[in-house]
C-alpha cells in the first residue's frame, strides 16, 4: 500500500524566514493535495498538483511536484505567524486520480515573531 | 456558503452507546467521505460514497455504518461505541470521484468513556 511521509515533523522558524516542507510517496503520485490544520479547526484546502514537474503558487506558499512524481515540496516565502499551524500532504491511495487519500503525520509549523 | 457542515462538534459517549455524526454540503457534490484523526497516524478514510444510494469502505470501516439516501447528506454511525473510536472526525466532498479540489468540514471531537 501507498505510505506518505513528511518531514520535517516539526519547524521552528523565525518570522521572515523562508522554509520547505516535504512529502514523499513510496509509489508514484497522481493527485498530490496539500492542506493546513489549526488545532481545533478542519482542514483548508492550499493546493492541488497532478502533473510531474507542477508548480502551482498561492500568496506566498508554492507547491511542486517533482518530475518523477514521488516527491513534493510546499515552500513559505517569508513566514508570517499567520502560516503557524499544521500542514499535511494527502494523495490517493489507490495508485490513480482518485479522492481516496491517504494522508502524512503532518508537519507541526511554529512562526516566532 | 456553508460548504461542508458536520455536527455535533464535540461529543463524550459512554462504552457502548451508539449515535450517529452528521455531515452535510450545499455543493451539490457527487463525493462525500469520512475520516478519522489520531495524533501520530494522520487522517484515514472510514468509508466513502460515489453519488447516492453507494457507499463503499475505506481503510478502517469496522464498527461504523454508513448510508447516503440523499447527494447532500452522509451520515457516520457508530453502533456500539468503545474507547478506540475516540478520535477526531472530518467529513469530506468533493464535486466528483477524482481529480477535484476536496473540502473537509471542521470536525466532530468524540470522546469514549
Known amino acids: 500500500s501507498q505510505e506518505l511521509e513528511q518531514s520535517p515533523q516539526s519547524l521552528i522558524v523565525q518570522e521572515g524566514k523562508n522554509l520547505t516542507i516535504n512529502c514523499t510517496s513510496s509509489k508514484t503520485l497522481y493527485g498530490l493535495y496539500w492542506y493546513k490544520q489549526k488545532y481545533g479547526e478542519g482542514l483548508i484546502f492550499l493546493m492541488m498538483?497532478?502533473?510531474?514537474?507542477e508548480e502551482k503558487s498561492h500568496e506566498k506558499i508554492t507547491a511542486k511536484l517533482d518530475e518523477k512524481k514521488q516527491q513534493s515540496s510546499l515552500h513559505i516565502t517569508a513566514s508570517q505567524p499567520s502560516h503557524a499551524g499544521i500542514y499535511l500532504c494527502?494523495?490517493?491511495?489507490?495508485?490513480?486520480?482518485?479522492?481516496?487519500?491517504?494522508f502524512g503525520t503532518g508537519t507541526l509549523l511554529a512562526v516566532q515573531p | 456558503n456553508a460548504g461542508v457542515t458536520q455536527t455535533p462538534k464535540f461529543q463524550v459517549l459512554k462504552t457502548g452507546q451508539s449515535m450517529t455524526l452528521q455531515c452535510a454540503q450545499d455543493m451539490n457534490h457527487e463525493y462525500m467521505s469520512w475520516y478519522r484523526q489520531d495524533p501520530g497516524m494522520g487522517l484515514r478514510l472510514i468509508h466513502y460514497?460515489?453519488?447516492?444510494?453507494?457507499?463503499d469502505q475505506g481503510e478502517v470501516p469496522n464498527g461504523y455504518n454508513v448510508s447516503r439516501s440523499t447527494t447532500e447528506d452522509f451520515p457516520l454511525r457508530l453502533l456500539s461505541a468503545a474507547p478506540s473510536q475516540t478520535s477526531v472526525y472530518f467529513c469530506a466532498s468533493s464535486a466528483t470521484y477524482s481529480g477535484n479540489t476536496i473540502y473537509f468540514g471542521e470536525g466532530s471531537w468524540l470522546t469514549v468513556v
Open positions: 498538483l497532478q502533473k510531474g514537474g
Open positions: 460514497s460515489v453519488g447516492a444510494g453507494i457507499t
Open positions: 494527502g494523495a490517493d491511495a489507490d495508485g490513480g486520480a482518485t479522492n481516496k487519500l491517504i
